[in-house]
């Protein structure tokens, strides 16, 4: 199969780049934290919160030769050791991007390309409201390690995992962290926890990313029960439960 991302990109002049594995740790059964070695990539990096670059990976499921590209967050870049991380959830079903993780031994190597797309918080910002799923959080940390000592963040995140108390999490004295329970439908808790502990002030920026339903029900939130305008909140679809991308 015609692999036409690819296409678009070299259209678009975006290079891609050789990234190999250096390590892995897994910090639970089902989040691995992987290093790759990409010195060229890490010194030309511009870092900002949620920064993130495609990952191209074999999807034989689609063809012998064909690779799929997936959104991972950069953690810990490292310019002059010329290293990165990458943190993956390791989700049951089955996906080029997941399968390829959970396989991956040191000396792997893939290409990645990047995607510079800064989002910068609002001038005089004193509340950052931070919401997703597992995937979200590399982007989550990123924004409370950037943010100044006058920004106070509250987190939620929905998972219903025995261990996520051994998830990474960047903490302040002054941050909230709140893990919520997920119901049947994604994003419902997340929602419901948003509205009963979180109340409009003045200043503040909310964030959010993850599974499209969990989204678009905290969107909800952010614009009806929080009445923030258009820059003062950003939410992103991550992935799609179900929907596999070419
Ligand atoms: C900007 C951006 C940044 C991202 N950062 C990260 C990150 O740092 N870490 C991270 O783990 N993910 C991150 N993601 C999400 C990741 O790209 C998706 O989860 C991706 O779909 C995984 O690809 P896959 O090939 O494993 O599965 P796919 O081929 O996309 O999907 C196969 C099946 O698995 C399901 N699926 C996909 N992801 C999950 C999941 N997390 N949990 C349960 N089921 C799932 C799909 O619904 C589908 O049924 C990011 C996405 C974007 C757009």
Redo the contacts with the bound molecule.
Sequence with gaps: MVNWQRGVMRVMNIANHAVTVTSIVDLTPRYRRIRFSAPELAQQLDVFP?A?LRLW?P?PERGEQHV?Q????F?GVDADAGTFD????L???????????KQAVVGDSVEAAL?PAKIALPEGTRELILAG???????INSWIADVGEGVSARVFIEDGHDDRDQLPAERRPGDTWDWVTPTDTRGEALADALRANVSQSARQFAWA?G?KTLVKHVRHVFKDHLGLLRGQRFS??????????S
Excluded: M
């Excluded at 997936?70 to 967050?73: A, E, V």
């Excluded at 990458?86 to 959830?89: I, P, T, Y």
């Excluded at 989700?91 to 993780?101: I, K, L, Q, V």
């Design positions: 949620t993130w990976v999807n799929s997936r959104g991972y967050t953690v990458l943190e993956f959830v989700h049951e079903t089955r996906g080029p991007a997941g399968d390829w993780a995607t799923d597992v995937t979200a959080l590399p982007a990313a599974e992103q679809f991550y992935w799609i439960e179900g929907h596999s991308p």
